[in-house]
């Protein structure tokens, strides 16, 4: 899965299949996301997890990310490599969330209207 960014609207992709290299919003080329590039706050941008059984209970940042309509956590991924599950939220929301879990998924993503894609790789135990 790869992630595409337009600069001009904000509109976000998730690519599933990567057969053409470009994308296009706007009349223009959309962005690959890298995560974990821009330059902003580790702690309030990187997924932090605990897992209780089998359930992963995900929250966006050691200290909450922030939620207003300027600024906020537009979605979080639990991620194998195989399949995904996306919760969206809004800015009136808080960032975090809760999903059934098992061993195959090893990544988190969260995304930042302004400072773009963080990631959490999850620790096998
Ligand atoms: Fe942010």
């Known amino acids: 899965m790869k992630v595409y960014v337009c600069k001009k609207c ?12 470009t994308l296009e919003c706007c009349q223009q080329k959309m962005d690959l996301v890298t995560p974990n590039t821009v330059e ?3 702690e309030k941008h990187l997924p932090i997890y605990n897992v ?5 209970n995900i ?3 050691d200290v909450i990310h922030p939620m207003s309509d300027e600024h906020y ?14 919760k969206k939220f809004s800015s009136k929301d808080q960032p ?13 993503y ?10 959490t790789e999850i620790e096998k135990v």
């Open 10 to 21: 904000g509109n976000v992709i998730l690519k599933l299949e990567d057969k053409t290299e």
């Open 40 to 42: 902003a706050s580790l």
């Open 59 to 61: 929250t966006v940042g």
């Open 52 to 56: 209780e059984e089998n359930i992963i």
């Open 96 to 108: 975090v969330a809760s999903f059934a879990y098992n061993k195959e998924y090893t990544k988190i």
């Open 110 to 119: 969260a995304y930042c209207n302004l400072h773009g894609l963080w990631l």
């Open 73 to 86: 956590i537009s979605f979080i991924i639990l991620a194998s490599d195989n399949d995904f599950i996306v």
